[in-house]
């Protein structure tokens, strides 16, 4: 029943790198000159130039959030990483085109494997640019878009511009304005109306050169009763120097429509991965973030959903685990700015060795709207004695037509529970581990069987590593 | 020797010594009853003899088929052969049924090798048609919500999977009723045979009815202090526990 | 934001000049507690005024907490303070009284002669500052500020000069509650209240904070600090009945110390304030010791009850549970900010935490912050926070019954504030705090 051909998740497995030769390269550090650099590369139309220069303006203007978030922002330092690198390729739409070095990379990782398998399209990026990008054909006779954001602004402006920062605006925040700057790769897809695409399709990031930070672009947009599951995965090599990965994705669901995010970020250690992802639901759509952070040093992202629309439904499902030196400062915002919105929140997290899980979360009803509803859950599981955890919730709530509730709890694995189990015969290190698996259960269950066996597999290493 | 050999047995709890020298000795092939009053130290050798760490082993030996247990740990011991029937199972939120007990067996395979599926739900699925347990059963979370006796109903049907050497029921009747009761004896009949050792701790005669020992032990006071065949449970039943106090104190 | 202070030397309003003047007149005061007050005063000027980018201000509308406009509250008429004593009257039942208004003792009902005779202090803070000044260089604002308001604090310790000193000796056990009554008179005038309760090891004692103002409409500003000291075994139960009026700005700043095996029962009640920030530490420093945080809030019209609240966990074995319930009217606006602390040694421990809010208008604002920081893993620690409105069902159920429909929402407030009020066993105390929240809820 297990399909051993998911996505890699095993930290180890994506732990190498090939020494690739760039034809582009922006060079070490930020300024106007490397945000042009990119813009000139890339051929993109004037307002895409202005765009950039203005992001980076306010990206230089914006502090740190430090006086909410971790001090460890502090040891990011701009000045070393390389904006921008490729090989000057376009995208191939087959495998037998793709540079030998980097269809070996991915050959490794088991994407073209899995495409085969169950996907409907794939994206795979190395560094900078999409280095392959194909969808089954019957998609694009049915009219749905999935390129390279660079192919997206240019070929597909009418729609790409209508909707590109308006759901995250440049200022949104100091790393929504820096991707803004310099982004580069992503996707972007359009599904006309009344499509609905049945298999995911996937994006695929690596980072492979060392010091190379990685902006990706997302914008889907689900046009009126379309649907469409979109999966990321990423891995990098774990380098000695720490790296940064700050991407932006933008969803647009009109009315009816429905669109599920998947993410499974596994990060090498020494990756800070700070990312803005929010959708706008319009009348009766659907967007759902499910989102799995297992890897980096320092991930804060919190996936939103403006309901602008009636009865517009927003949902995040959100598992974290923290291992020793890393921590996951992760969560949920729910906008609502229509009448009979629902929102639904359920995080869990797992804190191991001195790994550390943090929980922040926004649900704001301003006055006016009836019928909105929200509920968030927050569970916290605590593994040893000295992992930690936090739980930041914020909620405000206008008027009395609407209604909220919050519930967090924080736990640890009890010893009548590994008692119990051990009397069955399993080792210490099984028992942690089929309780862990037990928390989150009710979540794994929603991933595609492919990431749920992948996901159990890496906790199952976790554990056995956790108790001694 | 093919038995569950316990010599001179003490054991303290919290600084407080609850088994003060027990012997017991349950051959393969045979069911014993431990029976005796509340507080008298029937679960302290339950769990003194699976391994819980709260329940400490002062002096004494416990070998099962020559083998020393208290050398071994929790896992080992279950392993190797030794099973107990809970009081008060643990609640594992999340956790099936089925993948519990899966993960039990596979524990006992050669490392790297797996039950098969499809034997295993087969046998999973007739044993717990024996003990009238709705398939659905299997994706419920391990004891979570459930009854008294679905509680005790489950710890059975892992005894019939796992197929220990020895088995210990821990109370396991209490909170049945009749029709609870007859399943749950059913079930533990079925698992009699040569090849195993049952140990029945309970407070009464009741179960004893439909599981008919083989020998029947009263525990006063952290030892055993009076055994014989089926005829005394009905004894004690009759004449309750004091009648054996006194003969305790009658004897001191 | 402005500077909070204006200095101009030629009025009467918070400046460096009234400082001087202040310490000047009170040459009375200790030595340690002048030098005190000069380095407040000093930290007061440097302390930035709250702003909203901080987080211990998220969600609070600051421009109304500027504080240059008020004085230093004058003292009374002869008959304004006459009257204030007649209205200090509700709680019968009592082993002491303080009455002060503007910060002078306007009266004071004295402890039993058994009482001072096992050690019991319960004085002013004006003559305790002379007659027990060893007890306040100690505990006198010993703890510090840790939610936010420490511009505020400094305020409140240069300025401060009267509040109350109640002081239990060991194994003394005090049945009946000692109240102080808290007034202030005046346009624009400021008052610092202080409480500082000390129960020593194995003593019970009730205490009962009562805070009004003489007339409706002229703007205070209350800027108060009450410290409580459970000691091993002690057993201390606090009331703070904040019914200012609504044109004025408070501040109170709770902090509460448990010793090993105390146990520790505050019950806030807020009415009054146009604007109400309170700020509770509850520091667990004790193990075994218990800790149990109960407020009702009755907000209207434009009324900001602003309350923060930390329950710190520094050693294993205890238990806080914190209940806040906030009922809205109007265009009122609650923040419940709550955090939940446990070190690393606490292990054993049980926290709890619950914000619920009941709307009762389209345009009322609850805002729920409730937080959890654990830095130990054996633990129970939960948060809840829930915001809704009456039952429908519930309410027309009541006026099937032929209840006015006032009269039954002010019954279905009372049915949601019960879970608090029944945890009070002083029927007099519990009655009090009903009779405040049913008059305000009438009056709406």
């Known amino acids: ?468 | 020797m093919n038995a569950l050999e316990i010599k001179n047995l003490h054991v303290t709890i919290d600084g407080q010594q609850i088994l003060k020298d027990l012997s017991l000795t349950l051959p393969k092939g045979e069911v014993h009853a431990i029976m005796g009053p509340n507080g008298s130290g029937k679960s302290t050798l339950a769990k003194a003899l699976v391994g819980h760490e709260d329940y400490i082993v002062d002096s004494g030996t416990a070998t099962m088929d020559g083998k020393d247990i208290f050398d071994m740990e929790v896992n080992e011991r279950s392993r190797e052969g030794l099973f107990l029937a809970f009081q008060y199972p643990a609640e594992i939120p999340g956790v099936t049924i089925a993948n519990f007990i899966r993960a039990a067996l596979n524990a006992r395979q050669p490392k790297g090798e797996d039950v098969d599926a499809v034997a295993y739900y087969k046998d999973l699925y007739s044993e717990m048609e024996r003990l009238d347990i709705d398939r659905k059963f299997t994706s419920r979370s391990v004891n979570e919500g459930f009854s008294g006796g679905e509680k005790k109903r489950c710890e059975i049907l892992q005894m019939s999977m796992l197929k220990p050497d020895y088995c210990i029921l821990d109370e396991t009747d209490s909170g049945l009723d009749i029709d609870a009761l007859k399943i749950v004896a059913d079930g533990v009949n079925h698992m009699r045979g040569k090849d195993r050792g049952i140990l029945i701790i309970t407070h009464y005669q009741r179960l004893l009815n439909y599981i008919v020992p083989d020998r029947v032990h009263i525990m006063w006071d952290g030892r055993i202090v009076k055994s014989g065949d089926k005829s005394l449970a009905f004894e004690v039943e009759e004449r309750g526990y004091d009648w054996v106090k006194q003969e305790q104190t009658a004897s001191v | 934001m402005q500077s909070m202070i204006t200095v101009k030397s030629d009025s009467e309003f918070l400046s460096e000049a009234v400082f001087d003047h202040f310490l000047t007149r009170h040459s009375e005061l200790p030595q340690w507690l002048v030098k005190l007050k000069q380095q407040n005063w000093v930290d007061y000027l440097a302390l930035p005024a709250p702003s909203r980018k901080m987080e211990t201000w998220r969600f609070a509308n600051v421009k109304g907490l500027g504080v240059d406009t008020f004085r230093l509250a004058q003292p009374l008429a002869v008959e304004e303070g006459q009257s204030l004593i007649e209205r200090s009257n509700r709680l019968k039942n009592t082993s002491g009284k303080l009455i002060f208004g503007n910060d002078d003792l306007l009266a004071e009902e004295e402890l039993s002669e058994d009482l001072k005779a096992k050690g019991v202090i319960f004085e002013p803070l004006e003559r305790a500052f002379a007659q027990h000044s060893e007890i306040l260089e100690e505990f006198f604002m010993a703890q510090e500020s840790a939610l936010g308001s420490e511009k505020f604090a400094a305020l409140h310790t240069a300025l401060n000069r009267n509040g109350t000193l109640l002081f239990v000796p060991e194994n003394v056990e005090i049945d009946l509650p000692l109240v102080s009554y808290h007034w202030a008179q005046g346009s624009e005038s400021a008052v610092f209240p202080h409480t500082l309760v000390i129960a020593k090891d194995n003593s019970k004692v009730t205490f009962v904070d009562v805070y009004g103002a003489h007339e409706k409409d002229s703007s205070q500003l209350a800027c108060g600090v009450s410290t409580l000291y459970a000691g091993p075994g002690a057993q201390v139960e606090y009331h703070y009945l904040q019914n200012w009026n609504e044109a004025s700005l408070s501040f109170n700043q709770l902090t509460t110390i448990a010793q090993r095996d105390s146990n520790i029962r505050a019950f806030g009640l807020n009415i009054g304030s146009k604007h109400a920030r309170n700020e509770g530490h509850t520091i667990i420093d004790g193990p075994g010791s218990n800790a149990e945080l109960f407020s009702l809030t009755v907000a209207h019209k434009d009324q900001e009850i602003d309350q923060r609240t930390l329950q710190s966990h520094n050693a294993a074995n205890a238990r806080s549970n914190l209940l806040f319930k906030n009922a809205l009217q109007d265009t009122s606006k609650t923040i419940f900010s709550g955090l939940i602390k446990v070190a690393e040694e606490a292990q054993q421990t049980d926290a709890y935490q619950t914000n619920r809010n009941l709307l009762l208008s389209p345009l009322a604002e609850a805002n729920s912050l409730p937080g959890l920081e654990i830095l130990a893993n054996d633990v129970k620690c939960s948060h809840g926070a829930a915001t809704g409105q009456i039952d429908d069902n519930e309410l027309f159920y009541l006026l099937s019954r032929g209840i006015s429909k006032p009269a039954a929402q002010i019954l279905l407030v009372f049915a949601f504030f019960e879970e608090i009020l029944e945890k009070m066993e002083n029927e007099e105390l519990a009655e009090f705090h009903r009779e405040l929240i049913h008059q305000k809820l009438e009056n709406n």
């Open chain 1, 1 to 468: 029943m297990s399909t051993e051909t998911a996505i890699n998740i095993d930290r180890e497995k994506g732990n190498f790198s090939y020494d690739t030769q760039y034809e582009y390269d922006a060079g070490i550090g930020l300024n106007e000159g490397v945000v042009n650099y990119i813009a000139d590369v890339k051929s993109e139309p004037d307002w895409v130039r202005k765009f950039r220069l203005k992001a980076l303006k306010v990206f230089w203007s914006k502090p740190m959030p430090t006086h909410w978030a971790t001090k460890d922002l502090e040891n990011i330092h701009f000045d070393k990483f390389r904006y921008y690198l490729s090989k000057g390729q376009q995208p191939s739409r087959s495998w037998d085109d793709v540079p030998a070095d980097v269809k070996e990379t991915f050959e490794r990782l088991g994407i073209p494997e899995q495409e085969r398998a169950f996907l409907a399209g794939v994206e795979a990026q190395f560094d900078s640019e999409a280095a392959y990008s194909n969808m089954k054909e019957e998609l694009s006779k049915e009219g749905v878009i999935f390129v390279g954001s660079t192919e997206g602004l240019k070929e597909h402006p009418e729609i790409f511009r209508k909707y590109f920062g308006k759901v995250i605006p440049i200022g949104d925040n100091k790393f929504s304005a820096l991707n803004s700057a310099v982004f580069s790769g992503g996707s972007f897809i359009y599904v006309p109306p009344g499509v609905k695409v049945k298999q995911p399709l996937q994006a695929y990031f690596r980072i492979n050169a060392e010091n190379f930070a990685q902006f990706e672009r997302t914008l889907i947009i689900a046009d009126e009763g379309a649907e469409v599951t979109y999966m990321e995965g990423c891995t990098a090599p774990k380098f000695e120097t720490t790296t940064l990965h700050s991407a932006v994705v933008e969803l647009v669901a009109l009315k009816g429509a429905k669109i599920q995010y998947i993410t499974v970020q596994n990060w090498s250690a020494n990756v800070f991965n700070l990312v803005t992802k929010r959708g706008l639901a319009g009348e009766d759509s659907e967007i759902k973030w499910i989102d799995c952070n297992i890897g980096s040093r320092l991930t804060m992202k919190y996936p939103g959903v403006i309901l602008k629309g009636r009865r517009a439904r927003g949902e995040v499902i959100s598992i974290a685990l923290a291992g020793d030196g890393q921590h996951q400062d992760t969560g949920a915002k729910m906008i609502h700015a229509a009448d009979e919105t629902t929102s639904n929140i359920i995080a869990k997290s797992i804190s191991v060795g001195q790994g550390r899980s943090t929980y922040r979360g926004q649900v704001y009803i301003p006055k006016h709207l009836k019928g909105c509803r929200n509920n968030t859950e927050c569970d916290a599981l605590l593994i040893n004695s000295n992992s930690r955890t936090d739980t930041y919730p914020a909620i405000t709530v206008r008027g009395n037509n609407n209604s909220v509730q919050h519930e967090a709890s924080v736990s640890k694995v009890s010893a009548e529970q590994i008692f119990y189990l051990m009397q069955r015969g399993l080792s210490e290190g099984e028992a942690m581990s089929l309780t862990v698996n037990g928390f989150i259960n009710d979540l794994v269950k929603q991933f595609p069987m492919e990431y749920s066996v992948e996901l159990k597999r890496l906790i199952d290493l976790e554990m056995e590593g956790s108790v001694g």
